[in-house]
């Protein structure tokens, strides 16, 4: 697993360590996540361009940043992609064959939108690594506490929740605000259905029922 610290990524780990079918997690990443579990293994790793990953069944992946927090488009790109690219292939050599990520709403590797383009360049790269099963999670905005993570704040994500909150109602279920929690449960379901080739999971299909 990477990006377990995040607001999804926690809430995925959580999941991982609770499902029996697993002897053991392995967290690749700077930052060791909270939970102390017996079958918890932590790999810490500035740089994930020559991280040799353990042999594995699954792989998860919930690693994300924003521009503003990058501090460039480079810097982003760097996370977004490279980081997510590298973690992917080192799992596949090591054995992996289901792959689940957090992507976003909107990527698309032909966007004129920068983030949504690198987002789906995302995508494209890891959909070749020879996966016999890969999911992408694409949410929207997200609910969650991210304070109690320590986290920027981001006031157009929180402005964005407060209006969805307001009209729910009138908004398609794609463009609703969508659970940390929800995401991850979608996304472990879907990674264990193990449905051969690539799925795209949208917004309006992550939401709890």
């Known amino acids: 697993m990477l990006g377990a610290t995040g607001l999804v990524g926690r809430e995925i780990l959580a999941r991982l360590l609770g499902d029996k079918t697993y002897s053991a997690v392995h967290c690749v990443g700077r930052r060791k996540p909270a939970p102390v579990h017996p079958g918890l293994v932590v790999h810490l790793t500035d740089s994930l361009r020559d991280f040799p990953a353990p042999p594995v069944d699954d792989v998860f992946i919930a690693l994300g940043t924003t521009i503003k927090v990058a501090g460039s488009q480079q810097a982003f790109r760097a996370v977004d992609f490279d980081a997510v690219v590298a973690l992917a292939r080192s799992a ?94 979608a996304l472990v379901s879907a990674v264990h259905a193990g449905q051969p080739g690539r799925r795209v999971l949208l917004s309006g299909e992550l939401q709890a029922a």
């Open 92 to 185: 596949r050599d090591a054995g992996a064959t289901r792959l689940g990520i957090v992507s976003a709403m909107g990527a698309d590797a032909k966007s004129p939108v920068f983030y949504n383009r690198v987002k789906g360049e995302m995508e494209d790269a890891v959909s070749q690594l020879g996966y016999d099963s890969v999911v992408f999670a694409r949410p929207s905005v997200l609910a969650g506490d991210r304070e109690a993570l320590a986290q920027a704040t981001r006031p157009g994500e929180q402005l964005a929740l407060v209006a969805m909150r307001l009209f729910k109602p009138l908004i398609p279920r794609n463009y609703r605000a969508v659970a940390a929690a929800d995401v991850a449960a």
